[in-house]
């Protein structure tokens, strides 16, 4: 599978922990940003997390119905339930407590993966700018870069 396609499969292994065990958004919420999830995942994961803040006992069942409801979400019904059904195939037998420290295995992955390639981008666009004598900005960059750098450092 392509880097992208890889990508996208595990943002939707992380919906499908979130919608399964919305319990568990909390110990996410400083881990997971909308910015790391493809537009229509990020929407849902944005949601899901706005749901979760007003009511911290969230469940499964009260969650899918506040999704239904919504009909400004962009996702497609059948992907949606496909979702719901992903994580059953891959961690059917896992407690709960598994269940939570397999998603924050994963979770640290996928950040690890997220950074790496923000630093790539903002790395060219650092050529960039010095290349055109853009100074200001290259010297935006570089903090911007010693930050996320020191964040992917703290991952390992």
Do not use: W
């Not at 599978?1 to 909390?26: D, M, Y």
């Not at 996702?75 to 037998?93: A, C, G, Q, V």
């Amino acid at each position: 599978a392509s880097p992208k396609t890889r990508e996208r499969q595990v943002q939707a292994l992380l919906l499908s922990f979130i919608l399964n065990h919305p319990e568990h958004l909390g110990a996410l919420l400083d881990r997971l940003t909308p910015e790391m999830f493809d537009e229509d995942l990020a929407d849902l994961y944005t949601f899901a997390v706005e749901c979760y803040n007003q009511n911290k006992q969230l469940t499964k069942q009260r969650l899918s119905e506040l999704i239904s409801d919504n009909d400004q979400l962009s996702i497609k019904e059948s992907y949606l339930n496909s979702l719901y059904l992903y994580i059953d195939k891959e961690f059917s037998d896992f407690g709960s407590i598994d269940v939570k420290k397999e998603l924050l295995q994963l979770v640290r992955r996928f950040r690890k993966v997220f950074l790496a390639t923000k630093i790539q981008v903002m790395e060219q666009q650092l050529r960039q700018y010095e290349n055109s004598g853009q100074k200001d900005k290259s010297e935006t960059i570089i903090r911007e870069l010693q930050q996320l750098t020191h964040e992917r450092r703290q991952l390992d």
